[in-house]
């Protein structure tokens, strides 16, 4: 029962931790919490599910269609609203992210409306692999498994590609970085379009075991959010451990203690978070020069 | 010999403080000119303004980079032209190794021979850096560091060098090992324009010297000259005399420097 409980929580942890680097990838550059990122997420997943189901593609192709779509989202809404604000402050970029997250609701519910949809994914959710004395769908294990390579990757970009490190080097000192020729702006762009991307993965993996309407979101970008706060905010090794354990304790209390409470343990971990490690959020935090 | 930068009758504003009240430069090719100046006196902003980095500067006059216009244009624009900064502070990207950061100098180019050999180039004039190689550049000391911003900036492969206060909060014997590497540098073929405050060592080291009060230059001399004068002495070498001379009646005697 443990070992089970372990396992699923560590499946749906993998996808809070993606949900969870998607949004500290944008705090360490733009210095906001990007609470439009669920949405983000939910509108590619549905572009997936439109390219599968509506135009017949293949999944392959949806999938990378909606990756795509996630891209050009990211890079767009970057572009579009935040740029144009002019000396803005933490309060007025954080309304600006929940302006992204109504607009992008309002629009998926426009158009594909209230009903429940299945994205149909070429992995079972039913059929099941043991691992050892627990069992795991091919789904959950796909999704850690996707997760993980993604993570790996990341870790890679980071460390040994010249963009990557430009990336860093842009959230440590950008006036150091424009000194040095690097181009804001476009470190921007690749930002926003790379977390867009992961929260999209996310939501792809995660609407086959949910269901898909403009709801997908709402409770995984709290979730993951949860996460990245309690890894930190501003590292992405923190977030990732910050998804995988919210996924297990959240798992255990639902399995030891209450179901039905299950999902304020995430709520939980951001008040106690802030309340006895209220560093915890800014902790790392560059202090900028003007 | 050619005149590599040319700034004519700069002015720039911080909203509504008026930090540049008509400042006209130029650098020779192959040399080392100083600008010296109080605290406050507006050193710090030539280089701002003339890299770019202050937004709708320089509100009038014009800057030109070996015949080109650059008033306006971006530092990522400016850096790539050939003119490289090391900015007041050191500025390095603390989270990032030391091999980190000055690959980020290198960021601009793709001469990968070019670039290996400039590492090596760089690992002579500053030993020290090649040790702490792999650690992040937070943890190194502020002379460290130091070096470590000028190594970076080499690493862009300027044709013009700006310096802005290299001798800041370091020790007596290390702004002597700087200095050193300074001039070292423009033997290789750097042109450099330096702003001190300790005009005694920036004097020593450089061709031209200007004096700076206010956001305007009041004194432009051959910096040999300039060690020589009774009111450079007094007022910025610390050195007492007895009468002062009449132009320099309105300077407000502040803080004595080193
Ligand atoms: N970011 C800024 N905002 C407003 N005023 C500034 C700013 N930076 C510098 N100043 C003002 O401009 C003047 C020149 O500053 P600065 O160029 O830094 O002097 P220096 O480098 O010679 O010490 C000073 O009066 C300073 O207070
Ligand atoms: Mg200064």
Redesign the pocket.
Same mark, same amino acid.
Request: charged share 20%.
């Given at each position: 029962m443990f070992l089970q409980l372990l396992l699923s929580g560590i499946a749906f942890g993998s996808l809070y931790a993606l949900i969870a680097l998607a949004m500290v990838i944008i705090y360490k550059t733009s210095e906001v919490p990007n609470f439009g990122q669920g949405e983000m997420a939910m509108l590619s997943t549905f572009v997936a599910f439109m390219l599968l189901d509506t135009y017949g593609h293949s999944f392959f192709v949806s999938f990378l269609g909606a990756l795509v779509f996630a891209a050009l989202l990211g890079v767009f809404l970057e572009f579009v609203f935040l740029r144009r604000a002019k000396d803005p402050n933490i309060l007025s970029l954080i309304l600006i992210t929940l302006g992204f997250e109504m607009i992008l609701y309002g629009v998926a519910s426009w158009k594909w409306g209230a009903d429940q949809r299945d994205l149909s994914f070429p992995v079972s959710d039913f059929d099941l692999v043991n691992i050892g004395p627990a069992v795991i769908s091919y789904l959950n294990l796909a999704t850690l498994l996707v997760a993980l390579v993604l993570m790996v990757l990341l870790f890679l970009f980071f460390r040994y590609t010249k963009v990557g490190i430009a990336m860093k080097a842009t959230q440590q000192n950008p006036m150091a970085a424009r000194i040095n020729g690097i181009r804001v702006n476009r470190i921007l762009s690749v930002t926003w379009a790379m977390s867009s991307t992961i929260g999209a993965m996310a939501g792809m993996l995660l609407a086959p075991v949910a269901t898909l309407d403009p709801n997908l979101m709402l409770e995984p970008l709290l979730k993951g959010f949860a996460s990245a706060v309690l890894g930190g905010m501003t590292t992405l090794v923190g977030a990732a451990l910050g998804g995988y354990m919210l996924g297990i304790i959240e798992n255990l209390f639902g399995g030891y203690v209450s179901l039905e409470f299950k999902s304020i343990v995430a709520f939980g971990i951001i008040v106690l978070v802030l309340c006895f490690r209220p560093s915890g959020l800014f902790a790392k935090h560059y202090v900028r020069k003007? | 010999m050619a005149t590599l930068l040319e700034i004519k009758n700069i002015e720039t504003f911080?909203?509504l #403080?008026y930090?540049l009240r008509g400042v006209s430069l130029s650098v020779e090719e192959n040399t080392i000119t100083a600008v010296l100046?109080?605290?406050?006196?507006?050193?710090?902003? #030539?280089l701002?303004t003339v890299m770019g980095l202050l937004d709708d500067q320089p509100d009038k006059g014009t800057i030109e980079f070996m015949g080109r216009r650059i008033d306006g244009k971006d530092p990522e624009v400016i850096v790539r032209m050939g003119l490289s900064y090391v900015p007041?502070g050191r500025e390095v990207f603390d989270e990032l190794t030391v091999k980190e950061n000055l690959l980020m100098g290198a960021y601009i180019r793709r001469d990968r021979a070019g670039i290996k050999a400039d590492f090596e180039k760089i690992y002579v004039y500053f030993p020290i850096l090649k040790q702490r190689e792999s650690q992040w550049a937070g943890t190194l000391s502020g002379g460290e560091q130091q070096m470590l911003a000028i190594g970076r900036a080499l690493m862009n492969g300027p044709k013009l060098l700006f310096l802005?206060e290299p001798s800041l909060g370091l020790s007596p014997l290390l702004v002597k090992e700087i200095f050193k590497i300074i001039v070292e540098i423009s033997k290789r073929g750097v042109t450099l324009l330096l702003?001190e405050q300790n005009a005694r060592m920036a004097l020593s080291i450089s061709h031209v010297g200007l004096i700076?009060e206010n956001?305007r230059f009041v004194m432009k001399g051959k910096s040999s000259d300039l060690m020589q004068d009774k009111d450079v002495q007094e007022f910025y070498m610390g050195v007492r005399s007895e009468e002062s001379a009449k132009g320099f009646q309105r300077w407000k005697r502040k803080k004595r420097w080193r």
């Amino acid at each position: 029962m443990f070992l089970q409980l372990l396992l699923s929580g560590i499946a749906f942890g993998s996808l809070y931790a993606l949900i969870a680097l998607a949004m500290v990838i944008i705090y360490k550059t733009s210095e906001v919490p990007n609470f439009g990122q669920g949405e983000m997420a939910m509108l590619s997943t549905f572009v997936a599910f439109m390219l599968l189901d509506t135009y017949g593609h293949s999944f392959f192709v949806s999938f990378l269609g909606a990756l795509v779509f996630a891209a050009l989202l990211g890079v767009f809404l970057e572009f579009v609203f935040l740029r144009r604000a002019k000396d803005p402050n933490i309060l007025s970029l954080i309304l600006i992210t929940l302006g992204f997250e109504m607009i992008l609701y309002g629009v998926a519910s426009w158009k594909w409306g209230a009903d429940q949809r299945d994205l149909s994914f070429p992995v079972s959710d039913f059929d099941l692999v043991n691992i050892g004395p627990a069992v795991i769908s091919y789904l959950n294990l796909a999704t850690l498994l996707v997760a993980l390579v993604l993570m790996v990757l990341l870790f890679l970009f980071f460390r040994y590609t010249k963009v990557g490190i430009a990336m860093k080097a842009t959230q440590q000192n950008p006036m150091a970085a424009r000194i040095n020729g690097i181009r804001v702006n476009r470190i921007l762009s690749v930002t926003w379009a790379m977390s867009s991307t992961i929260g999209a993965m996310a939501g792809m993996l995660l609407a086959p075991v949910a269901t898909l309407d403009p709801n997908l979101m709402l409770e995984p970008l709290l979730k993951g959010f949860a996460s990245a706060v309690l890894g930190g905010m501003t590292t992405l090794v923190g977030a990732a451990l910050g998804g995988y354990m919210l996924g297990i304790i959240e798992n255990l209390f639902g399995g030891y203690v209450s179901l039905e409470f299950k999902s304020i343990v995430a709520f939980g971990i951001i008040v106690l978070v802030l309340c006895f490690r209220p560093s915890g959020l800014f902790a790392k935090h560059y202090v900028r020069k003007v | 010999m050619a005149t590599l930068l040319e700034i004519k009758n700069i002015e720039t504003f911080y909203r509504l #403080i008026y930090a540049l009240r008509g400042v006209s430069l130029s650098v020779e090719e192959n040399t080392i000119t100083a600008v010296l100046g109080n605290n406050g006196a507006g050193k710090s902003t #030539i280089l701002k303004t003339v890299m770019g980095l202050l937004d709708d500067q320089p509100d009038k006059g014009t800057i030109e980079f070996m015949g080109r216009r650059i008033d306006g244009k971006d530092p990522e624009v400016i850096v790539r032209m050939g003119l490289s900064y090391v900015p007041e502070g050191r500025e390095v990207f603390d989270e990032l190794t030391v091999k980190e950061n000055l690959l980020m100098g290198a960021y601009i180019r793709r001469d990968r021979a070019g670039i290996k050999a400039d590492f090596e180039k760089i690992y002579v004039y500053f030993p020290i850096l090649k040790q702490r190689e792999s650690q992040w550049a937070g943890t190194l000391s502020g002379g460290e560091q130091q070096m470590l911003a000028i190594g970076r900036a080499l690493m862009n492969g300027p044709k013009l060098l700006f310096l802005d206060e290299p001798s800041l909060g370091l020790s007596p014997l290390l702004v002597k090992e700087i200095f050193k590497i300074i001039v070292e540098i423009s033997k290789r073929g750097v042109t450099l324009l330096l702003v001190e405050q300790n005009a005694r060592m920036a004097l020593s080291i450089s061709h031209v010297g200007l004096i700076l009060e206010n956001g305007r230059f009041v004194m432009k001399g051959k910096s040999s000259d300039l060690m020589q004068d009774k009111d450079v002495q007094e007022f910025y070498m610390g050195v007492r005399s007895e009468e002062s001379a009449k132009g320099f009646q309105r300077w407000k005697r502040k803080k004595r420097w080193r």
